[in-house]
Structure formats: C-alpha cells, structure tokens
C-alpha cells in the first residue's frame, strides 16, 4: 500500500529498496528555502543494517502489508521458539535472534501476536503485562521512603529490573514488557 512520505510513523514496516525496513525516527522538516520533506531512519529487518533517508513530501513509499495471527507459545530449544496456532494446531518455529530479548517473557501457553510478512515471521508482540518471580532482591534499608527509592532486582528469567523497597525473594509481580518496569505485586 502506497503511503505519502509525510504519514511515515516510528514502528511502521516499510518495503523500499528491495528489503523491508522498520522505522525507528521520523522528522518532518520544513526549510525556509525549498519543498517540506521527511527524514527517516530505518533498520533492515532481514539484514540488521541502518539507513537514514530523506523523502520529499510529495514523494509515496510503499507501506509493507502485514498479516498477524494469535499463537500460544509452546517450548524453546537451542535455536528456536515453537509456537502453536490455537484454531487449527498448526506449529510453527521461529529463530531466536528474530524474537530477541522479548523471549525472557516467553512461559508455556501464553498468548502472542506474530507478524508475518511474505509467509516468514518477522516479529512476535508480548503482551503488555506479564507476571514474573523474583529470584533475589536486595534487603530494604529502614528509614527509606517507599515513594522514591527502588531496589535492584533479578527476576527468574534473568532480566534485572527496579522494584519498591517492600518487594522480596519469591514474589510475583507484574511487569510490563514493553519498558521493562515494575507494575504492581500479584
């Protein structure tokens, strides 16, 4: 789907240059002298380099068309994620450097959303939210206010994040996966 230059938007997936590309920047720019235009930096999906580029607002990119399905995820071996299809059974697998650091969050059964483009996955989309143990934590100091300290915490899929003072080993807590950032305690 043909887009004009000035509707590119930062998560966007774009096909240009015969490779498809996700938009991390985007700058409309507008010089006194001469025509508006777009700057634009990319990452190449398959390929793991960047462009920067500048479109002319009349210019139009081609917009990558996407289809998504829900999938639970399975198990993981050395190299790859499984994931089943709820409606059909039907398993798929998907390489570890495609899902990247999201696959810490990854626990049986929980429900996903991958994107495929051209019938091969591109990116698998977490949840907002996921429940995780702590492993370990620091022990709180007394005389500490809650409201603005946070403690060091290692959580049992080995991501360390920051949580409130009253946190300890063994609890469960919410996290959400798109910042990576203590919620609430369950």
């Known amino acids: 789907m043909k887009i004009n230059a000035s509707e590119i938007r930062v998560g966007m997936l774009l096909d240009y240059k015969d490779d498809l590309w996700e938009v991390l920047k985007t700058q409309h720019v507008k010089p006194g002298k001469g025509g508006a235009f777009a700057q634009v930096e990319m990452k190449s999906v398959n390929k793991n380099t960047k462009l920067n580029e500048r479109f002319r607002s009349s210019e139009t990119v081609e917009k990558a068309s996407l289809e998504e399905t829900n999938y639970n995820f399975l198990y993981e071996d050395e190299n790859d994620y499984f994931f089943i299809e709820p409606k059909t059974f039907e398993q798929i697998e998907i390489k570890k450097d495609v899902v990247g650091e999201k696959g810490k969050f990854l626990t049986e059964n929980l429900k996903v959303l991958v994107s495929f483009h051209d019938g091969k996955p591109i990116s698998v989309d977490l949840p907002n939210q996921v429940n995780c143990k702590v492993k370990s934590t620091d022990v709180a100091l007394k005389g500490q206010t809650v409201s603005s300290s946070y403690k060091p915490a290692t959580l ?31």
């Open 156 to 186: 049992d899929n080995g991501i360390n994040i920051q949580v409130p003072p009253f946190i300890e080993s063994g609890d469960i807590v919410v996290i959400d996966t798109r910042n990576l950032e203590y919620i609430k305690k369950v």
